[in-house]
């Protein structure tokens, strides 16, 4: 198998990023690779650089890249456009999702369904068609329908804005979800949603990145992969069981044994 | 002294032809008042910045002062019958049309009522002539020219425009719409365009003011409308300054209000290099209520100023105020909202909103909501805010696909939804939906070279 092949397996793969944000170099060297069908938990105590380096894939305009190379699917993720990133398949749930008053969540996004799908030489959805998917996601999502008549984000509650960011990701279909904290902040009803609306999407041909803090979401949706990031870097693969063994023993162990300076 | 009234001779010149003209088939009465006018304009001229005049702080009429406007309403009406309404104002199948051309009513393209209409809809010079009674108690009575110059101006040339009188008890199901065109010639033209609209108790009618130019030519539309809403009646007034950029156009609305009723406003503003609109309501009665909203989009040079005053005189009013705008750009925006709660008018209600979208960093708004409260257990609350598209919003909607221009006109949209919902006549907020998405800059032009 010659290289360019087995490159286009991967749907992503970064070799030594470094990211900065304003004067702050934030990611130093990262390595990462995630074939189809995988799902990799990032974990790491905070400012270890989480968000950033998903916001970075995402095309967040103040992270700036610095160095190395993220290909997506074999092609130059980086020269992408943010939307560009979004057309060809990368999503980001965000952290704190954004309120868009005025803004109609329906109409946001047919919008967006419409702009992925003129990407890719489809046709644009009618009103019906779109009606049809919207229904259908809106189901796992457990979200009221009715929010969806509202402004987007607007005066939703907490955990309704994290499920809303799980319905633009049923909703849209990417092939790369990556997941900034999407447990934050939610019950334990609300958490198992999510799950669920991700365990739907999960499948041979998706990838996930999931960033969290706690183990506890990993109870419901079981990683392939779990990574412990310090410093901008991943100091530590495993699999499920890092996580326990993180939530157990803290980070400390880790940074002795990988040489990561305390901050 | 002199000097004051040499700046104004032209205007006087004017008033005088139009005398010797055409007043003799007119009242005595309204002749009264013309010469009054002008006395009182002759004294008071514009309105300047000058010895703390805080209604005209931050807006300078110089321009308007110094420029030598012909007065337009005897202009040549050739072409009259060629004009497409349709194409350059809102419409709707159903509404009531009367149109002016610099001023002057246009029976051509009008549409009058039948005589079986519960309401009486005509031009003023026919109502100077059978509508006396009602005419005389309430016009210039309500918009007063004592202390404002271009009040003065336009009651000077109290010749023509629309009268509206809604009879106790009738409700008027379709609208009524006033389109004042500026034809437009190589001359500056000036014209005074007036409304009078008397409610009667228990009445309601939507009334729609549409202000629209026919060519770029620099004009000057010196509007005032007076209104009367009656005990417990309901009156809807839109009012549209669809003015050509070039264009000086200054508006009073004087609003009367009796007991229990509700007058809704809502003002459209995209036009003019000049732009003011005053608008002053009087809270005269315990339970009367009403609801301002306000969107305003400017560019280039343009310079919009909303003045409102309402005065809460009487107990148990209500008021809100709510004012958009979007500013692209070197434009300016002033917003200065008195609300004045007099003595005794306890248990006023009354809350005043002005904000701003600034799309350049050139733009600029100056806004100043103030309250004048003189009674004890009232409810007042003002507030006013300016604030650039917030760039996390636009990189949100990027990363679900949509690209700059499509994220920044959804949410440029969104802000000015709030007041275009508001509208309750539907062929008149689709044709407001299409104008503003219309007149949408695109994110390029607001942050250079950032893509």
Redesign the interface.
């Known amino acids: 198998m010659n290289k360019v092949q087995e490159r286009s397996q991967e749907v992503l793969a970064i070799r030594n990023l470094h990211v900065s944000v304003g004067e702050a170099e934030i990611i130093k060297g990262l390595n990462l690779t995630v074939n189809p069908g995988e799902v990799h938990a990032i974990m790491g105590p905070n400012g270890s650089g989480k968000s950033t380096l998903v916001n970075a894939l995402?095309?967040?305009?103040q992270y700036v890249v610095t160095k190395g190379e993220v290909l997506y699917e074999g092609m130059n993720l980086l020269a992408m456009?943010?939307?560009v990133?979004?057309?060809e398949g990368v999503?980001?749930a965000?952290q704190y999702?954004?309120e868009?008053?005025?803004?109609r969540t329906w109409?946001?996004?047919k919008?967006?369904v419409d702009?992925?799908r003129t990407?890719r030489s489809l046709k644009e959805l009618s009103v019906r068609e779109f009606d049809r998917l919207l229904t259908e996601k809106i189901k796992i999502a457990e979200i009221d329908s009715e929010l969806t008549k509202r402004?987007l984000n607007e005066g939703f509650s907490g955990g309704e804005k994290k499920r809303n960011e799980i319905l633009?990701m049923l909703v849209?279909d990417p092939k790369l979800a990556l997941l900034d904290e999407t447990d934050s902040g939610l019950d334990i009803d609300a958490l198992k949603i999510v799950a669920q609306g991700v365990n739907q999407f999960r499948g041979p041909s998706k990838a996930i990145v999931l960033v969290t803090h706690y183990q506890r979401i990993l109870n419901y949706i079981t990683p392939d992969y779990v990574h412990v990031l310090m410093e901008g870097r991943i100091v530590k693969t495993g699999g499920r069981e890092l996580a326990l063994e993180l939530e157990e023993k803290g980070y400390d162990w880790i940074r002795e044994a990988s040489g990561v300076a305390r901050e | 002294m002199t000097q004051v009234l040499t700046k104004y001779d032209k205007y006087v010149t004017a008033f005088q032809s139009l005398e010797r003209s055409q007043a003799a088939r007119e009242p005595q009465w309204v002749r009264d008042i013309r010469q009054r006018a002008l006395s009182r304009f002759s004294e008071l001229g514009f309105p300047t910045a000058r010895r703390g005049n805080e209604n005209w702080k931050y807006t300078n009429v110089g321009p308007v002062a110094n420029a030598n406007f012909e007065y337009a309403f005897g202009a040549s009406r050739d072409g009259e019958k060629a004009i497409e309404l349709r194409g350059i104002a809102p419409w709707g199948q159903d509404w009531v049309n009367l149109v002016f051309l610099n001023g002057r009513y246009s029976e051509v393209l009008s549409t009058k009522p039948s005589s079986a209409y519960a309401a009486r809809v005509t031009n003023l010079a026919d109502a100077f002539l059978r509508d006396g009674e009602v005419l005389e108690k309430h016009l210039a009575r309500h918009a007063t020219f004592d202390d404002d110059g271009f009040t003065a101006l336009n009651t000077s040339f109290l010749r023509d425009g629309a009268f509206i009188h809604i009879p106790e008890g009738e409700s008027v199901q379709a609208p009524i719409h006033l389109i004042f065109i500026a034809t437009g010639s190589d001359r500056p033209s000036a014209s005074h365009p007036r409304t009078l609209i008397v409610t009667g108790k228990h009445s309601k009618a939507t009334i729609i003011e549409s202000y629209i130019a026919l060519s770029p030519a620099p004009y000057f539309n010196n509007a005032v409308t007076e209104i009367v809403v009656g005990d417990q009646a309901q009156i809807e007034h839109y009012r549209l300054l669809l003015d050509n950029t070039e264009a000086f156009h200054i508006g009073t609305s004087q609003v009367y209000q009796g007991q229990d009723s509700k007058f809704t406003s809502t003002i459209f503003a995209k036009g003019a290099a000049l732009g003011r609109n005053n608008i002053h309501v009087l809270l005269d009665a315990p339970g009367s209520s009403c609801v301002l909203n306000g969107l305003y989009m400017t560019s280039g040079t343009q310079h919009m100023d909303n003045y409102i005053n309402i005065d809460h005189a009487k107990p148990h009013a209500f008021s809100r105020l709510n004012y958009k705008g979007i500013l692209d750009g070197k434009s300016r925006a002033v917003f200065g909202g008195i609300v004045v709660v007099r003595p005794g008018a306890i248990k006023t209600d009354a809350r005043q909103s002005d904000k701003n979208l600034l799309l350049s960093r050139d733009a600029e708004v100056n806004s100043k909501p103030s309250l004048l409260i003189f009674a004890d257990d009232v409810k007042c609350g003002h507030g006013a805010t300016a604030g650039h598209i917030d760039g996390d919003s636009i990189f949100y909607m990027r990363s679900r696909g949509l690209d700059i221009d499509t994220a920044s006109r959804l949410l440029i949209y969104g802000f000015a939804r709030e007041i275009i919902d508001t509208v309750q006549v539907e062929p008149l907020r689709v044709y407001l939906e299409k104008l503003f998405l219309g007149a949408l800059p695109s994110f390029k032009l607001l942050f250079g070279e950032r893509a």
């Open positions: 995402a095309g967040k305009p456009l943010p939307e990133r979004a057309r999503f980001l965000f999702p954004l868009l008053p005025g803004v109409q946001f996004l919008s967006a702009a992925v990407h402004s633009q849209l």
